[in-house]
């Protein structure tokens, strides 16, 4: 069964700072990854989203990266910003015939001005 | 577009009621999901449907929930009767479901409170 783990639950950074999210999943047979964000009492947003044959995507401060075979993900954000605060969740897609998604639990960001 | 639209908003009732949560998917979506988020369990999959038939359905916790899609716009899921332990943020997602991305695109929940 694909478990999808993201560490840490929390961080705080000081405004400015790049910053490193992590995901890993126990099942490497996956069909994509997605990055999401959730602000409080709002519904999730699409970040990004890295098929299983590529390696890394990029928006604007936000770089994915996606190592399918050691079962890792990462989310960097450069030059973060208060604004920057939410949750962040990884979610993968095990594959195109059941295309629900398997969540992590999220790391709460926090960055202070 | 407005986006996947979900209602209501909070929902707050006693044990033992019906609730009824509503979701409009994005048009043109052929693919519509239902999840429930709590502190404990994060994110978990209920159900979801294809061009309006349900396809898992391994996620709905017990017979209490039920969910139907009678067309293309608009789904239901229906938990009769409710119980404390039914509390939680429920999200409804839609997507275009064909070769590539697949995005799903969220609601804004409706947290369910039973009392």
């Known amino acids: 069964k694909q478990e999808v783990t993201q560490i840490p639950a929390a961080l705080s950074v000081p405004e400015g700072e790049n910053l490193v999210l992590n995901c890993s999943f126990t099942?490497?047979?996956?069909?994509?990854l997605q990055w999401f964000r959730q602000d409080p009492g709002k519904g999730l947003t699409s970040l990004l989203l890295?098929?299983?044959?590529?390696r890394e995507q990029t928006s604007g401060r936000l770089n994915a990266s996606l190592d399918k075979s050691s079962g890792r993900s990462t989310l960097y954000i450069a030059a973060s910003q208060p604004g920057d605060s939410a949750t962040y969740l990884c979610?993968?897609?095990?594959?195109?015939?059941?295309?629900?998604?398997?969540f992590g639990k999220g790391t709460t960001l926090s960055v202070s001005s | 577009d407005a986006g996947v639209i979900q209602s209501p908003r909070h929902e707050v009732t006693e044990m033992g009621q019906e609730v009824t949560l509503r979701c409009k998917p994005i048009?043109?979506?052929?693919?519509l999901f239902w999840y429930r988020q709590t502190m404990m369990r994060g994110l978990e999959l209920l159900i979801y449907?294809?061009?309006?038939?349900?396809?898992?359905d391994s996620g709905m916790p017990e017979d209490r929930f039920s969910a139907k899609m009678p067309n293309a716009s608009f789904s239901t899921l229906k938990i009769q009767p409710s119980e404390p332990r039914d509390s939680a943020v429920y999200f409804c997602?839609?997507?275009?479901?064909?070769?590539?991305?697949?995005?799903?695109?969220f609601g804004a929940g409706t947290r369910l409170s039973v009392l």
């Open positions: 099942d490497s047979a996956i069909y994509n």
């Open positions: 890295i098929q299983s044959s590529q």
């Open positions: 979610a993968v897609r095990p594959n195109q015939a059941g295309t629900a998604l398997i």
């Open positions: 449907f294809n061009n309006n038939v349900p396809i898992d």
């Open positions: 997602a839609s997507s275009f479901r064909a070769g590539g991305q697949n995005i799903q695109y």
């Open positions: 048009s043109g979506h052929n693919s």
